[in-house]
């Protein structure tokens, strides 16, 4: 089937058979074949809704070969193309989540503001998309519940409350402290 939807795509290119290439590809876990048929594929749509799910799916896969910042740039797309589309910050919200520890290693405080970042992403899921509002709302209390305490805050005073702060690392968003 895999060598019939290339073969069908180099006849006739279209965006259905560069998508039906792309999905045989990630069977075969060959993400960069993947990645380059759902590229082709979000380049050929008309629609925006499939557009912008073609540029999701490539964010997933960069996603899962550990290229967070690029993943994000693909969400971002997803998002600009179709604005109503939540899975995208779903996506950037646990990337950001996963890597806290990388970002603030050696300082446990700092690293739970990246759950700030996190919970920014997931609000703004739900606050675009009710298909994904009832899965942003469970990872918003399940962050919330890790966020710096007042009497960690109270020992840096770089996070008070009401005020901004910029998490470090691959992240760089500017987050409130609450």
């Not at 499939?50 to 997933?60: G, R, T, W």
């Not at 399940?142 to 305490?149: C, F, K, N, Q």
Request: aromatic share 12%; hydrophobic share 40%; proline share 4%.
């Amino acid at each position: 089937f895999y060598n019939a939807a290339a073969y069908a795509y180099e006849l006739e290119p279209s965006a259905d058979a560069a998508i039906g290439s792309a999905k045989q590809a990630v069977k075969a876990k060959d993400y960069d074949k993947a990645i380059k048929y759902f590229d082709e594929a979000a380049n050929m749509e008309t629609d925006a809704v499939s557009k912008a799910e073609d540029y999701y799916l490539i964010a997933v896969l960069l996603n899962e070969q550990g290229q967070k910042s690029k993943a994000r740039e693909y969400c971002r797309k997803a998002v600009e193309t179709n604005p109503d589309y939540g899975h995208p910050y779903i996506l950037i919200g646990n990337m950001y989540a996963q890597t806290a520890r990388t970002i603030y290693p050696s300082d446990p405080v700092l690293m739970k503001t990246v759950y700030y970042a996190a919970i920014l992403q997931f609000e703004k899921a739900r606050q675009v998309d009710q298909n994904v509002a009832e899965e942003a709302s469970k990872m918003i209390a399940g962050y919330r519940a890790h966020l710096p305490s007042t009497e960690e805050v109270f020992m840096h005073p770089e996070l008070e409350k009401g005020k901004p702060f910029r998490v470090g690392g691959w992240i760089g968003e500017t987050v409130t402290i609450r």
